[in-house]
C-alpha cells in the first residue's frame, strides 16, 4: 500500500506566492477571551482548594475551639469565683420566708436591674420603728427615710443572706444602722445569669441605686460594706458611684493577684489548711524561708499572677481592687480595711493591704519639682489616709468579732463614719 503525501494534495497557490504578487504578513488571530477566563478560573479554584480552604478550615475550627474552650474556661471560672450558685441551687427558701414575716426587724426587697434581673435582698433594721416606717411608707415621701443609716453589704462567693439573718441583726445592733443584703443573680432566688464581674458590679450598683433613688437615702449615711469577693465588687461599684465611704473585709488586689500570693506561698513552703474554711493556723514567716527561696517565689508568684490575668481578663472575670481603691482614695472616699494575717485564702502576696503599701512605696520618680523626700512624705500621708485593722487571730472565714479589741475599733469607726 503506497503512502500518500499531503505536500502533494495542497495547492501551489496556498504554499507559494502568487506570481507577479508580492509576499503578504501572514496574520495570527487572538485566542478566544473565555479560554483565557477559563484558565484563570482553574488557575484560582487550584489556589482555593489547595491552599486558601484548608487554611480557612483551619481558622474556623481554631475559632469555633478557642471559643468552646473560652465558654467552658468562663462557667468553671464562674462557678469557683461565684461559689454560691452552685451552693445555694436547691435551698428550701420557704422556712426563710416565714422565718422574714415572723421577724420584728426584718423586711424583705427587691430590685430590678438594669438589665432586667431581679434581686432579692433583706433589711435588718435597728429597731422595730424603722421597720414599721418602711413598711408604712408609700413611696411617695422620700424625706421619711431620709436620716436612717444603712449599711450596704456585699457578700462573699459562697454566702446567701437566708443563711446570715443572726450575723445581719447583730451587724445591725453593733454598727447602729440598718443591714442590707441581697443575693447576687443565680444565686439562690435572685433570677437571671452571671456571665462575668461585670454582672456583680451591676447588682451592686442596682441596690445602692435602691438606697439613693428609691427610698431616699443621702450617699453621706450610706456605707458599702464587702467581704472578701465582695469586697473587689464593691470597691469597682464605689469607684464608678463616688460612694463616700467602704469598708474591705479580707479582700484581695485582685483575682490574678490572689492567685499569685498562693503560689508565692506555696513555693516558700508555706501550703496552708487543707480545708478552706479551716481555723487559722499560724504561717510561716518570709524570714524563716531563705533570700533564694523568697526572690524564686515572688518570681513563680508573678508568672502565675501574670497566666491568671491574662485568662481572667479573656473570660471578663478579672477584678482589680486595688485600682479601686486607689481611685477611692484619690476621691477622698473613707476607707477601711479589716485584714487577717492567718487568712487561708487570701495569702499575705494577694493582700489589698499589702499590695497598696507596695503600690505606694515603688511610686517614688526623681523630679526635680518634687523632691524624693517630699513625695516619700506624701506616700507616707497617703497610707495614713486608710485605716487599717489587723485581725491578728483569726482566719478567712472565721467571725471577726473573735478578736475583740480589734472589732471593736471597726465597729466604732463605722460609728464615726456616720456621725460625721
Same mark, same amino acid.
Given at each position: 500500500?503506497?503512502?500518500?503525501?499531503?505536500?502533494?494534495?495542497?495547492?501551489?497557490?496556498?504554499? @507559494?506566492?502568487?506570481?507577479?504578487?508580492?509576499?503578504?504578513?501572514?496574520?495570527?488571530?487572538?485566542? $478566544?477571551?473565555?479560554?483565557?477566563?477559563?484558565?484563570?478560573?482553574?488557575?484560582?479554584?487550584?489556589?482555593?482548594?489547595?491552599?486558601?480552604?484548608?487554611?480557612?478550615?483551619?481558622?474556623?475550627?481554631?475559632?469555633?475551639?478557642?471559643?468552646?474552650?473560652?465558654?467552658?474556661?468562663?462557667?468553671?471560672?464562674?462557678?469557683? &469565683?461565684?461559689?454560691?450558685?452552685?451552693?445555694?441551687?436547691?435551698? +428550701?427558701?420557704?422556712?426563710?420566708?416565714?422565718?422574714?414575716?415572723?421577724?420584728?426587724?426584718?423586711? %424583705?426587697?427587691?430590685?430590678?436591674?438594669?438589665?432586667?434581673?431581679?434581686?432579692?435582698?433583706?433589711?435588718?433594721?435597728?429597731?422595730?420603728?424603722?421597720?414599721?416606717?418602711?413598711?408604712?411608707?408609700?413611696?411617695?415621701?422620700?424625706?421619711?427615710?431620709?436620716?436612717?443609716?444603712?449599711?450596704?453589704?456585699?457578700?462573699?462567693?459562697?454566702?446567701?443572706?437566708?443563711?446570715?439573718?443572726?450575723?445581719?441583726?447583730?451587724?445591725?445592733?453593733?454598727?447602729?444602722?440598718?443591714?442590707?443584703?441581697?443575693?447576687?443573680?443565680?444565686?439562690?432566688?435572685?433570677?437571671?445569669?452571671?456571665?462575668?464581674?461585670?454582672?456583680?458590679?451591676?447588682?451592686?450598683?442596682?441596690?445602692?441605686?435602691?438606697?439613693?433613688?428609691? $427610698?431616699?437615702?443621702?450617699?453621706?449615711?450610706?456605707?458599702?460594706?464587702?467581704?472578701?469577693?465582695?469586697?473587689?465588687?464593691?470597691?469597682?461599684?464605689?469607684?464608678?458611684?463616688? &460612694?463616700?465611704?467602704?469598708?474591705?473585709?479580707?479582700?484581695?488586689?485582685?483575682?490574678?493577684?490572689?492567685?499569685?500570693?498562693?503560689?508565692?506561698?506555696?513555693?516558700?513552703?508555706?501550703?496552708?489548711?487543707?480545708?478552706?474554711?479551716?481555723?487559722? @493556723?499560724?504561717?510561716?514567716?518570709?524570714? +524563716?524561708?531563705?533570700?533564694?527561696?523568697?526572690?524564686?517565689?515572688?518570681?513563680?508568684?508573678?508568672?502565675?499572677?501574670?497566666?491568671?490575668? !491574662?485568662?481572667?481578663?479573656?473570660?471578663?472575670? @478579672?477584678?482589680?481592687?486595688?485600682?479601686?481603691?486607689?481611685?477611692?482614695?484619690?476621691?477622698?472616699?473613707?476607707?477601711?480595711?479589716?485584714?487577717?494575717?492567718?487568712?487561708?485564702?487570701?495569702?499575705?502576696?494577694?493582700?489589698?493591704?499589702?499590695?497598696?503599701? %507596695?503600690?505606694?512605696?515603688?511610686?517614688?520618680?526623681?523630679?526635680?519639682?518634687?523632691?524624693?523626700?517630699? !513625695?516619700?512624705?506624701?506616700?507616707?500621708?497617703?497610707?495614713?489616709?486608710?485605716?487599717?485593722?489587723?485581725?491578728?487571730?483569726?482566719?478567712?472565714?472565721?467571725?471577726?468579732?473573735?478578736?475583740?479589741? @480589734?472589732?471593736?475599733?471597726?465597729?466604732?469607726?463605722?460609728?464615726?463614719?456616720?456621725? %460625721?
Amino acid at each position: 500500500m503506497t503512502s500518500i503525501s499531503l505536500d502533494n494534495h495542497i495547492p501551489n497557490s496556498v504554499c @507559494e506566492p502568487i506570481s507577479g504578487t508580492k509576499p503578504q504578513t501572514i496574520f495570527q488571530a487572538c485566542a $478566544l477571551p473565555r479560554f483565557e477566563s477559563e484558565k484563570r478560573c482553574l488557575t484560582a479554584k487550584v489556589v482555593v482548594l489547595t491552599v486558601l480552604f484548608p487554611l480557612g478550615l483551619a481558622y474556623l475550627a481554631w475559632k469555633v475551639t478557642a471559643w468552646a474552650i473560652g465558654k467552658i474556661v468562663a462557667l468553671g471560672l464562674k462557678y469557683v &469565683i461565684l461559689h454560691s450558685i452552685m451552693l445555694y441551687r436547691n435551698l +428550701d427558701l420557704k422556712p426563710y420566708d416565714k422565718e422574714i414575716e415572723a421577724s420584728l426587724k426584718l423586711s %424583705r426587697i427587691q430590685a430590678l436591674t438594669s438589665d432586667n434581673c431581679l434581686l432579692q435582698g433583706v433589711i435588718a433594721w435597728n429597731n422595730k420603728e424603722d421597720k414599721k416606717t418602711f413598711e408604712a411608707w408609700d413611696g411617695t415621701d422620700k424625706l421619711k427615710l431620709k436620716n436612717q443609716k444603712f449599711v450596704l453589704y456585699v457578700g462573699a462567693n459562697a454566702e446567701c443572706y437566708q443563711i446570715f439573718f443572726p450575723q445581719a441583726l447583730q451587724q445591725a445592733q453593733e454598727f447602729k444602722a440598718n443591714i442590707l443584703r441581697f443575693n447576687y443573680r443565680e444565686v439562690a432566688d435572685s433570677n437571671g445569669v452571671a456571665s462575668c464581674a461585670t454582672d456583680l458590679v451591676t447588682d451592686t450598683h442596682t441596690m445602692y441605686e435602691y438606697l439613693i433613688r428609691h $427610698l431616699g437615702i443621702p450617699k453621706e449615711n450610706i456605707l458599702v460594706y464587702g467581704r472578701s469577693l465582695g469586697g473587689g465588687i464593691a470597691a469597682q461599684m464605689g469607684a464608678i458611684d463616688n &460612694i463616700n465611704g467602704i469598708v474591705l473585709e479580707s479582700s484581695f488586689s485582685s483575682i490574678s493577684g490572689c492567685v499569685g500570693g498562693r503560689v508565692e506561698s506555696w513555693v516558700k513552703g508555706d501550703r496552708g489548711p487543707k480545708d478552706f474554711f479551716a481555723k487559722a @493556723e499560724k504561717t510561716k514567716r518570709s524570714e +524563716d524561708v531563705s533570700l533564694t527561696r523568697r526572690v524564686w517565689a515572688r518570681r513563680a508568684g508573678s508568672v502565675a499572677a501574670f497566666f491568671a490575668y !491574662q485568662l481572667l481578663q479573656a473570660c471578663n472575670w @478579672e477584678i482589680d481592687t486595688l485600682e479601686a481603691l486607689m481611685t477611692l482614695q484619690a476621691k477622698k472616699a473613707t476607707v477601711i480595711l479589716a485584714t487577717a494575717p492567718l487568712d487561708s485564702i487570701i495569702r499575705e502576696g494577694g493582700s489589698v493591704y499589702k499590695a497598696w503599701k %507596695r503600690s505606694l512605696d515603688g511610686y517614688v520618680k526623681i523630679d526635680p519639682v518634687n523632691p524624693v523626700e517630699e !513625695q516619700f512624705k506624701k506616700n507616707e500621708l497617703l497610707k495614713q489616709s486608710i485605716f487599717n485593722i489587723k485581725f491578728p487571730s483569726i482566719g478567712h472565714n472565721e467571725p471577726l468579732h473573735n478578736n475583740g479589741f @480589734e472589732y471593736f475599733m471597726l465597729t466604732k469607726s463605722i460609728q464615726d463614719f456616720f456621725r %460625721r
